[in-house]
């Protein structure tokens, strides 16, 4: 067990559906990570959130968005969803800002979009 | 559990074997690089880093070898057990450094 915690495990929804995902980091991490996990294109980095702001942003679309909130929890919004949008949805956190730190991943939310 | 990556390169090896797992890396600008470990349904889990200054690093059972000419990095597990069947992963932090870039990744099946 990691510590990093996510919610939900499995989520099935329509196109067109909006989504949010839900990811609470180990305690004392500040920094929280989104991860994308697809068959085709295998684990991309989609945003990296450090004490509430916003630290680097990797190959995330403009439907998705994310945010940390004060009590360092981190939600992931995915809009008008795709069929290729079908996925595993990674959450890590680590203890301050820097990419030289162990990232520790959450067990992963499963969507399905029909 | 959870399937992940259905064509990956596979590597089968005999329990009690050495493991010997490669990476190409594509940022010559890379300077940290780590080996993950994902079991079927789990998320990935932290294997072993090596910042670019070094070209050797070991830990238990692991040893993680970096040749930055051709942009090369290996990870080695000896004696390979059971328990190691899983999705390898190789990351490395890109020119920006600030984010991590994964490779394809390697199953490893292991023989009893």
Redesign the interface.
């Known amino acids: 067990d990691s510590g990093v915690t996510q919610t939900p495990k499995h989520l099935i929804t329509a196109t067109g559906q909006r989504v949010t995902l839900r990811c609470s980091p180990r305690s004392g991490d500040l920094s929280v990570y989104w991860y994308q996990q697809s068959l085709d294109q295998g684990l991309q980095f989609l945003i990296q959130y450090y004490n509430g702001e916003e630290r680097a942003k990797g190959n995330i679309l403009e439907r998705f968005s994310a945010q940390q909130f004060p009590d360092l929890h981190s939600e992931l919004n995915l809009s008008s969803l795709e069929l290729g949008d079908s996925a595993l949805y990674f959450c890590a956190s680590s203890p301050d800002r820097s990419v030289y730190n162990e990232q520790f991943f959450g067990p992963g939310t499963r969507l399905t979009v029909l | 559990g959870?399937?992940?990556?259905?064509h990956l390169p596979t590597l089968s090896v005999q329990e009690g074997d050495n493991s010997i797992i490669n990476c190409a890396y594509s940022n010559s600008a890379s300077d940290?690089f780590?080996w993950?470990k994902q079991e079927s349904?789990?998320?990935?889990?932290?294997i072993i880093?090596i910042?670019s200054n070094m070209d050797k690093r070991q830990g238990q059972r692991v040893t993680v070898l970096l040749n930055k000419t051709v942009k090369h990095l290996s990870l080695q597990i000896a004696a390979t057990q059971p328990g190691d069947s899983a999705v390898y992963?190789c990351a490395e932090?890109g020119a920006?450094?600030?984010?991590?870039?994964?490779?394809?990744?390697t199953r490893v099946l292991v023989k009893p």
């Open positions: 959870e399937s992940v990556g259905l940290y780590i993950y349904g789990k998320g990935p889990q932290f880093d910042r992963f932090n920006a450094g600030n984010k991590l870039t994964f490779g394809g990744g």
